[in-house]
């Protein structure tokens, strides 16, 4: 296995509640990045981190905010969820090896009602 | 505006037979590519990748091929097989030192045994 983990895997949420995904690392990669899936749109790029306490904005970060207080850990928050945050949410890593792109997580399935 | 376009949703294609899937991407700054597949409730996985001093990269039954002035990069799998039915995205990224990706809506393949 890649040694990145991502929890939950399923959570169902009510609207107007905050909710925190976690992907957890242990390859000690620098960079860090959290994508959503939807019909249609494909991966989109919400969040980004270059190092710890380094984050940077996607194309569809309003609404999220992140946060990577050490290599191993990057979080997702969702501050407020709705229901177009539906979605199935994926973490992944990268080495410096270009030639591999990411490995991604497993994915984290979130349904807001 | 859609940076990295897979403009055909889905593909059939008998076993043992070549899959051709194509990506087309606007952006002359992106000059590494790459190639994922996706299984239901899993997370994509790397295939193949592709830089831009290159025009193919060849990885067993699998080949990508880059043509740059058309600004399109295509997959061929050969032979195909009932095994690499999937969804596969392409992903395009610049030298900007972040490494962000940016992926097409995806390519849903079906190989019919």
């Known amino acids: 296995d890649a040694g990145i983990t991502q929890s939950p895997r399923h959570k169902v949420t009510e609207t107007g509640t905050p909710v925190t995904l976690r992907c957890h690392q242990t390859?000690?990669?620098?960079?860090m990045y959290w994508y959503r899936q939807d019909p249609g749109h494909g991966l989109r790029l919400i969040h980004y981190?270059?190092?710890?306490?380094?984050?940077d904005k996607g194309e569809v970060s309003d609404g999220y905010s992140v946060s990577r207080s050490k290599t191993e850990d990057f979080l997702l928050t969702l501050e407020s969820a709705t229901s177009s945050q539906t979605s199935v949410y994926f973490c992944?890593?990268?080495?410096?090896?270009?030639?591999?792109?990411?490995?991604f997580g497993s994915g984290t399935r979130l349904t807001v009602v | 505006d859609q940076q990295v376009k897979q403009n055909s949703p889905s593909l059939s294609v008998q076993e043992g037979r070549i899959s051709i899937l194509n990506c087309d991407y606007t952006?002359?700054?992106?000059?590494?590519f790459l190639w994922y597949k996706k299984y239901p409730a899993e997370g994509p996985t790397f295939l193949i990748s592709?830089?831009?001093?290159?025009d193919k990269n060849e990885d067993g039954r699998f080949t990508v091929f880059l043509n740059k002035s058309a600004k399109h990069l295509s997959l061929h799998i050969v032979p195909s097989q009932p095994g690499d039915s999937a969804v596969y995205f392409c992903?395009?990224?610049?030298?900007?030192?972040?490494?962000?990706?940016?992926f097409g809506t995806g390519t849903r393949l079906k190989v019919l045994a």
């Open positions: 992944a890593i990268r080495g410096q090896e270009t030639s591999y792109g990411y490995t």
């Open positions: 390859e000690n990669h620098r960079y």
């Open positions: 952006n002359s700054m992106f000059d590494y």
């Open positions: 992903a395009a990224s610049g030298t900007s030192g972040t490494y962000k990706y940016i």
């Open positions: 592709i830089s831009s001093i290159k």
């Open positions: 981190s270059y190092g710890v306490k380094d984050t």
